[in-house]
């Protein structure tokens, strides 16, 4: 049973950076130890990953006679698709194997119950841990009520992020290689929101979108207190969309959000209420060190990655300081690549593939 599990636990990760708000979801169905049909929930607003395993399979007549086995619990409401429950009691499939009960009120507990009440064996709690895991942005967000948080920055060997900037010098100032800037690119596809301070902004003028790896860009958010960056700056092109918090003023002009907060405050729980009421899952945090550090001081965040380049500059802008231990530690072209999580991961988990730049199918 675990191995038709964890290959429903594999079809959902495809889904990663496309499916957001809704959860990562694969689906696997079995009939006499064969495995019949196969779906994941490829896209926001599209099929579910049951419905999409149950066209799959050639013979529908085996239905009546298979376990279906998937890694969230079914829906029970209507929502951009019908209900996940209907589809699975008008094959008449009469087993169902659950990993985790969605966290979402509209469906928590719903889905199993429906199934129960129309006879159907259901099961929960197969891989479970590994499930919500794999889930972990959605369940942060219907948990811990906001997104779920990466910190991310690269520093050299001797603990620095920057040059010093004494006489007001612009223009980014690379610290890790060329491999690990594709694989950030790649993390940005997978996320719903990058949030950077104004400082960052003014001196490296990033764009903030994953033009390096295939993929849509995330919603790029900036914290810029009395709105000093530039309208010329690239981050105001209109590629995409951008929000920035501010202390001055709520309006919008064109694809530029600019969302007014009480800086007298402390102003990151905010931040991350709002992006939870815009239904962003997820925020990657690229810098400064400042920003960095404040997330940090507050304990805001869920998992930390951070590049340590093999360069020394004996003098410059300190990165933020961890006394922590990573979970783990890999190569990435010349760089260190540490992990550090907040919730320990489940027992053999990988923070990344052996093939960090391979793309999802």
């Keep these: 049973m675990e191995m038709y599990m964890q290959r429903a636990l594999e079809l959902a990760a495809q889904g990663l950076g496309k499916?957001?708000?809704?959860?990562?979801?694969?689906?696997?169905?079995?009939?006499?130890?064969?495995?019949?049909?196969?779906?994941?929930?490829?896209?926001?607003?599209?099929?579910?990953?049951?419905?999409?395993?149950?066209?799959?399979?050639?013979?529908?007549?085996?239905?009546?006679?298979?376990?279906?086995?998937?890694?969230?619990?079914?829906?029970?409401?209507?929502?951009?698709?019908?209900?996940?429950?209907?589809?699975?009691?008008?094959?008449?499939?009469?087993?169902?194997?659950?990993?985790?009960?969605?966290?979402?009120?509209?469906v928590s507990g719903k889905g199993v119950e429906r199934l129960r009440q129309a006879g159907v064996n259901v099961q929960v709690g197969l891989l479970e841990e590994k499930a919500r895991w794999q889930n972990r942005r959605f369940f942060t967000f219907h948990e811990r009520y906001r997104p779920y948080i990466i910190l991310k920055w690269a520093e050299t060997k001797d603990g620095f992020m920057d040059i010093?900037?004494?006489?007001?010098?612009?223009?980014?100032?690379?610290?890790?290689?060329?491999?690990?800037?594709?694989?950030?690119?790649?993390?940005?596809?997978?996320?719903?929101?990058?949030?950077?301070?104004?400082?960052?902004?003014?001196?490296?003028?990033?764009?903030?979108?994953?033009?390096?790896?295939?993929?849509?860009?995330?919603?790029?958010?900036?914290?810029?207190a009395n709105l000093k960056v530039p309208r010329t700056h690239k981050i105001f092109e209109d590629r995409g969309r951008t929000i920035v918090f501010n202390r001055l003023e709520t309006r919008p002009i064109f694809n530029i959000e600019y969302i007014q907060l009480n800086f007298a405050e402390e102003i990151l729980p905010r931040i991350m209420d709002y992006l939870r009421y815009e239904k962003l899952t997820s925020v990657i945090v690229e810098g400064g060190a400042a920003t960095l550090t404040r997330f940090l001081e507050l304990g805001l965040w869920d998992e930390i990655r951070r590049f340590r380049a093999p360069m020394n500059l004996d003098k410059g802008l300190k990165s933020p300081v961890l006394d922590l231990k990573p979970y783990e530690s890999v190569t990435i072209g010349e760089d260190q690549l540490d992990f550090f999580y907040q919730q320990i991961p489940p027992a053999g988990f990988k923070s990344i593939s052996d093939n960090p730049f391979e793309a999802n199918s």
């Design 19 to 106: 499916v957001a708000p809704n959860p990562l979801v694969g689906c696997v169905i079995v009939n006499q130890d064969t495995i019949i049909g196969e779906g994941f929930h490829q896209r926001f607003g599209g099929m579910h990953a049951e419905v999409n395993a149950i066209n799959s399979v050639a013979d529908k007549s085996l239905l009546s006679d298979s376990t279906l086995y998937v890694t969230l619990e079914p829906c029970n409401h209507q929502g951009l698709t019908p209900p996940c429950c209907d589809i699975i009691l008008e094959h008449k499939i009469p087993r169902v194997v659950i990993a985790t009960l969605d966290s979402n009120p509209l």
């Design 164 to 224: 010093l900037r004494e006489n007001g010098e612009t223009g980014s100032f690379a610290i890790s290689g060329k491999d690990a800037k594709i694989l950030v690119h790649k993390w940005r596809t997978e996320e719903a929101s990058i949030l950077v301070g104004s400082r960052t902004v003014f001196i490296d003028n990033p764009q903030m979108t994953a033009r390096h790896w295939p993929g849509k860009d995330p919603v790029r958010i900036v914290i810029d």
